[in-house]
DNA sequence: ATTCGTATACTCGTATACGAGATTGCTTTA
DNA sequence: TAAAGCAATCTCGTATACGAGTATACGAAT
Protein backbone atom coordinates (compact mmCIF):
# COMPACT_ATOMS: atom_id res chain seq x y z
CA UNK A 1 0.00 0.00 0.00
CA UNK A 2 1.49 3.29 -0.94
CA UNK A 3 1.60 6.35 1.18
CA UNK A 4 -1.03 8.52 -0.49
CA UNK A 5 -4.24 6.05 -0.48
CA UNK A 6 -3.38 5.37 2.83
CA UNK A 7 -3.39 8.99 3.65
CA UNK A 8 -6.56 9.48 1.94
CA UNK A 9 -8.52 6.34 3.53
CA UNK A 10 -7.36 7.80 7.15
CA UNK A 11 -8.85 11.37 6.31
CA UNK A 12 -12.02 10.19 4.24
CA UNK A 13 -12.57 8.00 7.63
CA UNK A 14 -14.02 4.46 7.34
CA UNK A 15 -17.15 3.28 5.73
CA UNK A 16 -20.28 1.71 7.93
CA UNK A 17 -20.51 -1.73 8.19
CA UNK A 18 -23.42 -3.91 9.37
CA UNK A 19 -21.49 -4.99 12.34
CA UNK A 20 -20.72 -1.36 13.45
CA UNK A 21 -24.48 -0.89 13.16
CA UNK A 22 -25.53 -3.88 15.06
CA UNK A 23 -22.83 -2.87 17.62
CA UNK A 24 -23.80 0.63 18.03
CA UNK A 25 -27.48 -0.61 18.99
CA UNK A 26 -27.02 -3.33 21.49
CA UNK A 27 -24.39 -0.62 23.15
CA UNK A 28 -27.06 1.60 23.64
CA UNK A 29 -29.45 -1.10 25.01
CA UNK A 30 -26.68 -2.55 26.91
CA UNK A 31 -26.13 1.05 28.58
CA UNK A 32 -29.67 1.78 29.13
CA UNK A 33 -31.00 -1.60 30.79
CA UNK A 34 -32.79 -3.01 28.13
CA UNK A 35 -30.29 -5.80 27.94
CA UNK A 36 -29.10 -6.00 31.63
CA UNK A 37 -26.13 -7.58 32.58
CA UNK A 38 -25.95 -11.16 32.68
CA UNK A 39 -27.94 -11.33 29.59
CA UNK A 40 -27.59 -14.16 27.31
CA UNK A 41 -26.55 -12.60 23.61
CA UNK A 42 -27.72 -15.23 20.99
CA UNK A 43 -26.40 -15.30 18.04
CA UNK A 44 -29.04 -16.40 15.50
CA UNK A 45 -31.65 -14.24 17.64
CA UNK A 46 -30.34 -10.97 17.38
CA UNK A 47 -29.42 -11.62 13.56
CA UNK A 48 -33.11 -12.53 13.08
CA UNK A 49 -34.76 -9.69 15.17
CA UNK A 50 -32.27 -7.36 13.24
CA UNK A 51 -32.56 -9.17 10.26
CA UNK A 52 -29.36 -9.66 9.23
CA UNK A 53 -27.57 -13.29 9.33
CA UNK A 54 -25.45 -14.26 12.12
CA UNK A 55 -21.84 -12.83 11.07
CA UNK A 56 -21.87 -9.18 11.26
CA UNK A 57 -23.63 -9.90 14.68
CA UNK A 58 -20.57 -11.85 16.07
CA UNK A 59 -18.40 -9.09 14.53
CA UNK A 60 -20.27 -6.63 16.66
CA UNK A 61 -20.38 -9.06 19.45
CA UNK A 62 -16.27 -9.05 19.24
CA UNK A 63 -15.98 -5.20 19.17
CA UNK A 64 -18.35 -5.05 21.89
CA UNK A 65 -16.51 -7.66 24.00
CA UNK A 66 -12.85 -5.12 23.12
CA UNK A 67 -14.99 -2.57 25.09
CA UNK A 68 -15.78 -4.85 27.90
CA UNK A 69 -19.27 -4.59 27.68
CA UNK A 70 -19.77 -8.52 27.00
CA UNK A 71 -17.99 -11.52 27.66
CA UNK A 72 -17.78 -14.21 25.27
CA UNK A 73 -16.88 -17.69 25.87
CA UNK A 74 -16.32 -20.37 23.32
CA UNK A 75 -18.93 -23.26 22.97
CA UNK A 76 -21.02 -20.83 25.24
CA UNK A 77 -21.96 -17.82 23.80
CA UNK A 78 -22.45 -14.18 24.70
CA UNK A 79 -23.02 -12.43 27.66
CA UNK A 80 -23.45 -8.79 29.04
CA UNK A 81 -20.61 -8.28 31.20
CA UNK A 82 -21.53 -8.31 34.64
CA UNK A 83 -19.79 -5.84 37.11
CA UNK A 84 -19.09 -6.77 40.40
CA UNK A 85 -18.35 -3.49 42.68
CA UNK A 86 -15.52 -4.04 43.63
CA UNK A 87 -14.40 -3.90 39.68
CA UNK A 88 -16.14 -0.78 39.63
CA UNK A 89 -13.56 0.56 42.36
CA UNK A 90 -10.91 -1.06 40.38
CA UNK A 91 -11.93 0.90 37.28
CA UNK A 92 -12.17 4.09 39.28
CA UNK A 93 -9.01 4.22 40.75
CA UNK A 94 -7.41 3.69 37.44
CA UNK A 95 -9.69 6.38 35.94
CA UNK A 96 -8.35 8.66 38.90
CA UNK A 97 -4.94 7.38 38.13
CA UNK A 98 -4.79 8.43 34.26
CA UNK A 99 -7.70 11.12 34.38
CA UNK A 100 -5.51 13.33 37.07
CA UNK A 101 -2.22 13.19 35.21
CA UNK A 102 -4.26 14.07 31.88
CA UNK A 103 -5.55 17.49 33.54
CA UNK A 104 -1.76 17.80 35.59
CA UNK A 105 -0.30 17.74 31.89
CA UNK A 106 -2.77 19.29 29.71
CA UNK A 107 -4.25 21.99 32.54
CA UNK A 108 -1.20 24.23 31.24
CA UNK A 109 -1.62 24.11 27.99
CA UNK A 110 -5.62 24.95 27.98
CA UNK A 111 -6.88 27.76 26.07
CA UNK A 112 -9.57 30.09 25.92
CA UNK A 113 -11.29 28.28 23.27
CA UNK A 114 -11.21 24.84 24.79
CA UNK A 115 -12.32 26.58 28.29
CA UNK A 116 -15.25 27.63 27.04
CA UNK A 117 -16.11 24.73 25.03
CA UNK A 118 -15.95 23.31 28.39
CA UNK A 119 -18.28 25.72 29.93
CA UNK A 120 -20.73 24.89 27.10
CA UNK A 121 -21.07 21.63 27.52
CA UNK A 122 -21.67 22.07 31.63
CA UNK A 123 -24.45 24.55 30.73
CA UNK A 124 -25.84 21.59 28.11
CA UNK A 125 -25.82 19.40 30.42
CA UNK A 126 -28.09 21.47 32.86
CA UNK A 127 -30.75 21.98 30.31
CA UNK A 128 -30.39 18.02 29.33
CA UNK A 129 -33.31 15.75 30.14
CA UNK A 130 -32.26 13.08 28.29
CA UNK A 131 -30.20 10.70 30.63
CA UNK A 132 -28.62 8.68 27.46
CA UNK A 133 -27.03 12.54 26.14
CA UNK A 134 -26.14 13.54 29.52
CA UNK A 135 -23.72 10.57 29.64
CA UNK A 136 -21.99 11.61 26.08
CA UNK A 137 -21.91 15.21 27.66
CA UNK A 138 -20.44 14.39 30.82
CA UNK A 139 -17.31 12.27 29.41
CA UNK A 140 -17.10 14.81 26.07
CA UNK A 141 -16.75 17.55 28.91
CA UNK A 142 -14.10 15.74 30.81
CA UNK A 143 -11.91 14.55 27.75
CA UNK A 144 -11.96 18.51 26.49
CA UNK A 145 -10.32 18.91 29.84
CA UNK A 146 -7.62 16.75 29.00
CA UNK A 147 -7.43 17.31 25.26
CA UNK A 148 -3.83 18.71 25.66
CA UNK A 149 -2.37 16.27 27.43
CA UNK A 150 -0.42 15.41 24.34
CA UNK A 151 -0.73 11.39 24.45
CA UNK A 152 -3.52 10.23 22.54
CA UNK A 153 -3.02 7.09 24.08
CA UNK A 154 -3.69 7.99 27.19
CA UNK A 155 -6.99 9.84 25.97
CA UNK A 156 -8.14 6.91 24.67
CA UNK A 157 -7.89 3.98 27.56
CA UNK A 158 -9.47 7.38 29.78
CA UNK A 159 -12.52 7.12 27.06
CA UNK A 160 -12.69 3.43 27.15
CA UNK A 161 -12.67 3.22 31.05
CA UNK A 162 -15.19 5.62 30.89
CA UNK A 163 -17.30 3.55 28.57
CA UNK A 164 -17.27 1.07 30.38
CA UNK A 165 -18.76 2.57 33.55
CA UNK A 166 -21.18 4.49 31.65
CA UNK A 167 -24.42 2.27 32.28
CA UNK A 168 -23.54 1.91 36.25
CA UNK A 169 -23.19 6.01 35.85
CA UNK A 170 -26.58 6.09 34.10
CA UNK A 171 -27.79 4.68 37.64
CA UNK A 172 -26.93 7.70 39.27
CA UNK A 173 -28.01 9.89 37.00
CA UNK A 174 -31.59 9.19 38.21
CA UNK A 175 -30.46 10.69 41.07
CA UNK A 176 -30.96 14.27 40.50
CA UNK A 177 -29.41 14.97 44.35
CA UNK A 178 -26.19 13.29 42.56
CA UNK A 179 -26.82 15.33 38.90
CA UNK A 180 -26.76 18.63 41.11
CA UNK A 181 -23.39 18.00 43.48
CA UNK A 182 -21.92 16.22 39.85
CA UNK A 183 -22.37 19.14 38.13
CA UNK A 184 -21.45 21.91 41.13
CA UNK A 185 -18.11 19.74 40.73
CA UNK A 186 -17.40 20.34 37.62
CA UNK A 187 -18.11 24.17 37.72
CA UNK A 188 -15.27 24.37 40.85
CA UNK A 189 -12.92 21.69 38.42
CA UNK A 190 -13.29 24.33 35.00
CA UNK A 191 -13.02 27.39 37.45
CA UNK A 192 -9.64 25.77 38.77
CA UNK A 193 -8.69 24.75 35.30
CA UNK A 194 -8.85 28.83 33.92
CA UNK A 195 -7.30 29.84 36.90
CA UNK A 196 -4.10 27.81 36.20
CA UNK A 197 -4.48 26.11 39.52
CA UNK A 198 -3.30 22.85 38.90
CA UNK A 199 -3.12 21.04 42.52
CA UNK A 200 -6.55 22.63 43.26
CA UNK A 201 -8.05 21.39 39.58
CA UNK A 202 -6.03 17.72 40.12
CA UNK A 203 -7.43 17.64 44.16
CA UNK A 204 -11.46 18.72 42.55
CA UNK A 205 -11.01 15.86 40.27
CA UNK A 206 -10.08 13.33 42.88
CA UNK A 207 -12.84 14.40 44.88
CA UNK A 208 -15.22 14.02 42.41
CA UNK A 209 -14.04 10.31 41.11
CA UNK A 210 -14.03 9.33 44.51
CA UNK A 211 -17.58 10.22 45.61
CA UNK A 212 -18.94 8.56 42.11
CA UNK A 213 -17.22 5.72 42.70
CA UNK A 214 -18.72 5.54 46.33
CA UNK A 215 -22.19 5.97 45.64
CA UNK A 216 -21.82 3.53 42.32
CA UNK A 217 -20.28 1.03 44.59
CA UNK A 218 -23.05 1.44 47.18
CA UNK A 219 -25.92 1.61 44.01
CA UNK A 220 -24.84 -1.55 42.16
CA UNK A 221 -24.14 -3.43 45.98
CA UNK A 222 -27.62 -2.34 46.11
CA UNK A 223 -28.91 -3.55 42.98
CA UNK A 224 -27.32 -6.97 43.15
CA UNK A 225 -29.07 -7.78 46.39
CA UNK A 226 -32.10 -7.53 44.44
CA UNK B 1 -2.31 -10.91 26.42
CA UNK B 2 -0.26 -14.01 25.78
CA UNK B 3 0.69 -15.50 28.59
CA UNK B 4 -2.44 -14.46 31.17
CA UNK B 5 -4.97 -15.50 28.62
CA UNK B 6 -3.54 -18.24 27.96
CA UNK B 7 -3.19 -19.72 31.42
CA UNK B 8 -6.40 -17.99 32.82
CA UNK B 9 -8.05 -19.87 29.71
CA UNK B 10 -6.46 -23.03 30.73
CA UNK B 11 -7.52 -22.39 34.37
CA UNK B 12 -11.71 -21.82 32.78
CA UNK B 13 -11.61 -24.63 30.88
CA UNK B 14 -12.18 -22.26 28.12
CA UNK B 15 -11.18 -24.79 24.73
CA UNK B 16 -8.87 -23.25 22.64
CA UNK B 17 -10.66 -22.61 19.30
CA UNK B 18 -8.78 -22.14 15.45
CA UNK B 19 -8.88 -18.32 15.52
CA UNK B 20 -6.86 -18.70 19.08
CA UNK B 21 -4.33 -20.82 17.38
CA UNK B 22 -3.89 -18.28 14.24
CA UNK B 23 -4.19 -15.59 16.53
CA UNK B 24 -1.16 -16.70 17.92
CA UNK B 25 0.82 -17.84 15.52
CA UNK B 26 0.38 -14.37 13.88
CA UNK B 27 1.62 -12.55 17.06
CA UNK B 28 4.44 -14.36 16.98
CA UNK B 29 5.17 -13.62 13.39
CA UNK B 30 4.61 -9.71 13.91
CA UNK B 31 6.53 -9.93 17.36
CA UNK B 32 9.64 -11.38 15.18
CA UNK B 33 9.29 -9.00 12.41
CA UNK B 34 8.87 -12.05 9.91
CA UNK B 35 5.65 -9.77 9.00
CA UNK B 36 6.72 -6.47 9.24
CA UNK B 37 5.46 -3.19 9.93
CA UNK B 38 2.56 -2.20 7.07
CA UNK B 39 2.44 -5.71 5.90
CA UNK B 40 -1.04 -6.47 4.00
CA UNK B 41 -2.76 -9.50 5.88
CA UNK B 42 -5.16 -10.85 3.11
CA UNK B 43 -7.63 -13.18 4.62
CA UNK B 44 -7.80 -15.91 1.97
CA UNK B 45 -3.85 -15.88 1.59
CA UNK B 46 -3.40 -17.13 5.08
CA UNK B 47 -6.49 -19.24 5.14
CA UNK B 48 -5.26 -21.19 2.35
CA UNK B 49 -1.23 -20.83 4.16
CA UNK B 50 -2.45 -22.19 7.45
CA UNK B 51 -5.06 -24.46 6.08
CA UNK B 52 -8.25 -23.36 7.27
CA UNK B 53 -11.08 -21.02 5.86
CA UNK B 54 -11.12 -17.61 6.19
CA UNK B 55 -13.41 -16.67 9.15
CA UNK B 56 -11.39 -18.34 11.76
CA UNK B 57 -8.76 -15.60 10.35
CA UNK B 58 -11.41 -12.81 10.62
CA UNK B 59 -11.66 -13.91 13.93
CA UNK B 60 -7.91 -13.83 14.86
CA UNK B 61 -7.28 -10.63 13.19
CA UNK B 62 -10.09 -8.77 14.63
CA UNK B 63 -8.30 -10.20 17.94
CA UNK B 64 -5.03 -8.53 17.30
CA UNK B 65 -7.00 -5.45 16.57
CA UNK B 66 -8.08 -5.26 20.07
CA UNK B 67 -4.57 -5.74 20.92
CA UNK B 68 -3.17 -3.06 18.17
CA UNK B 69 -0.62 -5.14 16.52
CA UNK B 70 -2.94 -4.81 13.40
CA UNK B 71 -5.58 -2.31 11.85
CA UNK B 72 -8.31 -3.20 9.97
CA UNK B 73 -9.62 -1.18 7.13
CA UNK B 74 -13.21 -2.45 5.65
CA UNK B 75 -12.77 -2.84 2.62
CA UNK B 76 -9.40 -2.63 2.27
CA UNK B 77 -8.18 -5.25 4.71
CA UNK B 78 -6.03 -5.89 7.58
CA UNK B 79 -2.36 -4.68 7.59
CA UNK B 80 0.24 -4.96 10.37
CA UNK B 81 0.16 -1.44 12.50
CA UNK B 82 3.25 0.87 12.06
CA UNK B 83 3.52 2.29 15.14
CA UNK B 84 5.71 5.90 14.61
CA UNK B 85 8.57 6.67 17.07
CA UNK B 86 5.83 9.43 19.10
CA UNK B 87 3.55 6.84 19.75
CA UNK B 88 6.34 4.70 21.61
CA UNK B 89 6.79 7.43 23.77
CA UNK B 90 3.15 8.17 24.46
CA UNK B 91 3.17 3.88 25.60
CA UNK B 92 6.12 4.01 27.65
CA UNK B 93 4.33 7.16 29.57
CA UNK B 94 1.76 4.93 30.19
CA UNK B 95 3.50 2.34 31.06
CA UNK B 96 5.35 4.55 33.70
CA UNK B 97 2.76 6.25 35.20
CA UNK B 98 0.47 2.72 35.20
CA UNK B 99 3.32 0.56 36.29
CA UNK B 100 4.87 2.73 38.97
CA UNK B 101 1.41 3.31 40.42
CA UNK B 102 1.33 -1.06 40.42
CA UNK B 103 4.46 -1.23 42.25
CA UNK B 104 3.51 1.66 44.61
CA UNK B 105 0.57 -0.91 46.00
CA UNK B 106 2.16 -4.07 45.45
CA UNK B 107 5.09 -3.34 46.95
CA UNK B 108 4.32 -3.29 50.66
CA UNK B 109 2.64 -7.04 50.20
CA UNK B 110 5.00 -8.78 48.39
CA UNK B 111 6.02 -11.91 50.11
CA UNK B 112 8.90 -14.27 49.98
CA UNK B 113 7.66 -16.91 47.67
CA UNK B 114 7.01 -13.86 44.80
CA UNK B 115 10.17 -12.36 45.46
CA UNK B 116 11.90 -15.55 44.94
CA UNK B 117 9.96 -16.52 41.80
CA UNK B 118 10.95 -13.14 40.42
CA UNK B 119 14.33 -13.72 41.16
CA UNK B 120 14.21 -17.18 39.43
CA UNK B 121 12.88 -15.12 36.17
CA UNK B 122 15.76 -13.03 36.70
CA UNK B 123 18.05 -16.39 37.02
CA UNK B 124 16.08 -17.93 33.79
CA UNK B 125 16.76 -14.18 31.41
CA UNK B 126 20.29 -15.09 32.02
CA UNK B 127 20.82 -18.17 30.58
CA UNK B 128 18.12 -17.46 27.76
CA UNK B 129 19.63 -17.29 24.45
CA UNK B 130 15.81 -17.33 22.60
CA UNK B 131 14.69 -13.85 22.19
CA UNK B 132 11.30 -14.80 21.67
CA UNK B 133 11.16 -16.26 25.53
CA UNK B 134 13.28 -13.05 26.98
CA UNK B 135 10.30 -10.73 26.43
CA UNK B 136 8.12 -12.74 28.04
CA UNK B 137 10.15 -13.82 30.62
CA UNK B 138 10.69 -10.17 30.71
CA UNK B 139 6.84 -9.45 31.18
CA UNK B 140 6.85 -12.12 33.53
CA UNK B 141 8.86 -10.56 35.91
CA UNK B 142 7.44 -7.23 35.89
CA UNK B 143 3.68 -8.48 36.44
CA UNK B 144 4.74 -10.84 39.23
CA UNK B 145 6.48 -7.79 41.11
CA UNK B 146 2.92 -5.90 40.55
CA UNK B 147 1.12 -9.12 41.43
CA UNK B 148 -0.06 -8.18 44.67
CA UNK B 149 -1.54 -4.50 43.34
CA UNK B 150 -4.90 -5.61 44.18
CA UNK B 151 -6.50 -4.15 40.74
CA UNK B 152 -6.76 -6.59 37.95
CA UNK B 153 -7.95 -4.24 35.67
CA UNK B 154 -4.51 -2.50 36.30
CA UNK B 155 -2.50 -5.72 35.84
CA UNK B 156 -4.57 -6.49 32.50
CA UNK B 157 -3.72 -2.78 31.19
CA UNK B 158 -0.13 -3.20 31.83
CA UNK B 159 0.16 -6.36 30.07
CA UNK B 160 -1.35 -5.12 27.29
CA UNK B 161 0.72 -1.92 26.61
CA UNK B 162 4.02 -4.52 26.85
CA UNK B 163 2.67 -6.93 24.36
CA UNK B 164 1.77 -3.60 22.52
CA UNK B 165 5.51 -2.62 22.36
CA UNK B 166 7.10 -6.46 22.65
CA UNK B 167 7.99 -6.89 19.14
CA UNK B 168 9.86 -3.07 19.51
CA UNK B 169 11.96 -4.15 22.40
CA UNK B 170 13.11 -7.42 20.86
CA UNK B 171 14.64 -4.95 18.41
CA UNK B 172 17.18 -3.64 21.47
CA UNK B 173 17.75 -6.99 22.86
CA UNK B 174 20.02 -7.55 20.20
CA UNK B 175 21.98 -5.78 21.91
CA UNK B 176 24.44 -7.29 24.50
CA UNK B 177 24.73 -4.06 25.80
CA UNK B 178 21.09 -3.20 26.85
CA UNK B 179 20.38 -6.53 27.85
CA UNK B 180 22.85 -6.76 30.68
CA UNK B 181 21.97 -3.08 31.77
CA UNK B 182 18.27 -3.98 31.69
CA UNK B 183 19.27 -6.70 34.04
CA UNK B 184 21.56 -4.97 36.54
CA UNK B 185 18.38 -2.63 36.49
CA UNK B 186 16.29 -5.46 36.91
CA UNK B 187 18.14 -6.36 39.88
CA UNK B 188 18.19 -3.52 41.95
CA UNK B 189 14.76 -3.07 41.65
CA UNK B 190 13.93 -6.23 43.23
CA UNK B 191 16.62 -5.54 46.12
CA UNK B 192 14.96 -2.19 46.78
CA UNK B 193 10.99 -4.34 46.73
CA UNK B 194 13.10 -6.97 48.58
CA UNK B 195 14.34 -4.25 51.48
CA UNK B 196 11.10 -2.65 51.15
CA UNK B 197 12.23 0.51 49.88
CA UNK B 198 9.10 1.56 47.86
CA UNK B 199 10.29 4.76 47.26
CA UNK B 200 13.74 3.71 45.63
CA UNK B 201 11.87 0.86 43.65
CA UNK B 202 9.88 3.43 42.01
CA UNK B 203 12.59 5.48 41.37
CA UNK B 204 14.16 2.49 39.74
CA UNK B 205 11.50 1.64 37.74
CA UNK B 206 11.34 5.22 36.30
CA UNK B 207 14.67 5.33 35.10
CA UNK B 208 14.42 1.27 33.85
CA UNK B 209 11.66 2.61 31.88
CA UNK B 210 12.81 6.41 30.49
CA UNK B 211 16.03 4.44 29.27
CA UNK B 212 14.11 1.77 27.18
CA UNK B 213 11.71 4.49 26.20
CA UNK B 214 15.01 6.55 24.88
CA UNK B 215 16.61 3.25 23.58
CA UNK B 216 13.99 2.10 21.90
CA UNK B 217 13.10 5.68 19.56
CA UNK B 218 16.55 5.87 19.16
CA UNK B 219 16.13 2.53 17.59
CA UNK B 220 12.81 2.91 15.64
CA UNK B 221 13.77 6.28 14.21
CA UNK B 222 16.93 4.87 12.84
CA UNK B 223 14.94 1.85 11.43
CA UNK B 224 12.59 3.80 9.77
CA UNK B 225 14.80 6.39 7.73
CA UNK B 226 16.87 3.06 6.38
C1' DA C 1 2.63 11.51 -24.48
C1' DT C 2 -0.60 12.07 -21.04
C1' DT C 3 -4.98 11.63 -19.22
C1' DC C 4 -9.46 9.90 -18.81
C1' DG C 5 -12.75 6.12 -19.06
C1' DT C 6 -13.98 1.41 -19.01
C1' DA C 7 -13.55 -3.33 -18.09
C1' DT C 8 -11.54 -6.95 -15.50
C1' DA C 9 -9.82 -8.96 -11.46
C1' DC C 10 -9.29 -8.93 -6.59
C1' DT C 11 -10.68 -8.58 -1.76
C1' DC C 12 -13.73 -7.99 1.65
C1' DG C 13 -18.44 -8.13 3.90
C1' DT C 14 -22.38 -10.87 4.37
C1' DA C 15 -25.42 -15.06 3.70
C1' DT C 16 -26.25 -19.79 4.01
C1' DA C 17 -24.90 -24.57 5.38
C1' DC C 18 -22.93 -28.15 8.15
C1' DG C 19 -20.73 -30.56 12.04
C1' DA C 20 -19.27 -30.71 16.96
C1' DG C 21 -19.86 -29.86 21.64
C1' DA C 22 -22.75 -28.68 25.49
C1' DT C 23 -26.88 -28.41 28.08
C1' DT C 24 -31.46 -30.08 29.34
C1' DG C 25 -34.89 -33.23 30.17
C1' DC C 26 -36.55 -37.77 30.48
C1' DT C 27 -36.19 -42.42 31.39
C1' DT C 28 -34.44 -46.18 33.75
C1' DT C 29 -32.36 -48.50 37.44
C1' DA C 30 -30.58 -49.16 42.08
C1' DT D 1 -37.01 -41.65 45.64
C1' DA D 2 -32.76 -40.24 43.91
C1' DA D 3 -29.08 -40.70 40.88
C1' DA D 4 -27.11 -41.93 36.66
C1' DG D 5 -27.19 -42.53 31.79
C1' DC D 6 -28.93 -41.59 27.35
C1' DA D 7 -31.06 -38.89 23.86
C1' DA D 8 -32.78 -34.75 21.77
C1' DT D 9 -32.17 -30.00 21.12
C1' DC D 10 -29.83 -25.93 21.10
C1' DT D 11 -25.84 -22.96 20.15
C1' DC D 12 -21.65 -22.04 18.55
C1' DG D 13 -17.46 -22.61 15.48
C1' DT D 14 -16.12 -23.35 10.92
C1' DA D 15 -16.77 -24.04 5.81
C1' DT D 16 -18.47 -22.67 1.52
C1' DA D 17 -20.90 -19.36 -1.53
C1' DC D 18 -22.36 -14.99 -3.32
C1' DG D 19 -22.65 -9.95 -4.05
C1' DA D 20 -20.57 -5.35 -3.74
C1' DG D 21 -17.07 -2.17 -3.66
C1' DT D 22 -12.32 -0.89 -4.93
C1' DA D 23 -7.97 -1.06 -7.27
C1' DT D 24 -5.55 -1.94 -11.52
C1' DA D 25 -4.56 -2.38 -16.19
C1' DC D 26 -5.46 -1.49 -20.76
C1' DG D 27 -7.22 1.19 -24.50
C1' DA D 28 -8.92 5.47 -26.58
C1' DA D 29 -9.09 10.32 -27.11
C1' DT D 30 -7.17 14.86 -26.65
Redesign the pocket.
Known amino acids: MDRL ?1 GLTNAIAGR ?1 E ?3 DRISAILREAIATGALPAGAA ?4 ELAARFG ?5 V ?2 ALRQLETEGLVS ?1 H ?5 FVASMDPAEIREIFALRELLEVEALRLSCPLLDAGVLRKAADMLDQIDGEANVARWGALNAAFHLALYSRCGNSRLLAAIEAYHGAVDRYVRVLLSNLDYQSRSQAEHRDLLAACSNGDEKRAASILRGHLRTGSDMLFEAVRGRIRS
Open positions: TPTVALRQDFSRMPRDIPTKGA
